[in-house]
Nanobody, 113 residues
Framework: QVQLVESGGGLVQPGGSLRLSCVTS????????MNWYRQAPGKQRELVAA????????IYADSVRGRFTISRDNVKNTLYLHMNNLNPEDTGVYLC??????RGQGTQVTVSS
């Protein structure tokens, strides 16, 4: 069955960096566009970044553009989100999604001094 497992979250100080990973199985990852969402307390779920199946194009939310980079390894069936210059507004649960197929449980990111 489709599985997506996120990791890499944690507590980081403002200005810090994290790299999130999403290991997938159960579907043809290399043929599937992928998304990263985040869910912050009291806020609607937000699409943070999306990437094409080949990894040759990506889009970003205005709030993260220039700080976050989405990437993928189609050999390892793994999606990444590189996050730099983090601020408290980036706090939330980050989830990866294979549209129409499934979503992971998420990994918590907390930005606080």
């Amino acid at each position: 069955q489709v599985q997506l497992v996120e990791s890499g979250g944690g507590l980081v100080q403002p200005g810090g960096s994290l790299r999130l990973s999403c290991v997938t199985s159960g579907f043809t990852f290399s043929s599937t566009a992928m998304n990263w969402y985040r869910q912050a307390p009291g806020k609607q779920r937000e699409l943070v970044a999306a990437i094409t199946s080949a990894g040759d194009n990506a889009i970003y939310a205005d709030s993260v553009r220039g700080r976050f980079t989405i990437s993928r390894d189609n050999v390892k069936n793994t999606l990444y989100l590189h996050m730099n210059n983090l601020n408290p507004e980036d706090t939330g649960v980050y989830l990866c999604e294979a549209p129409g197929l499934g979503r992971g449980q998420g990994t918590q990111v907390t930005v606080s001094s």
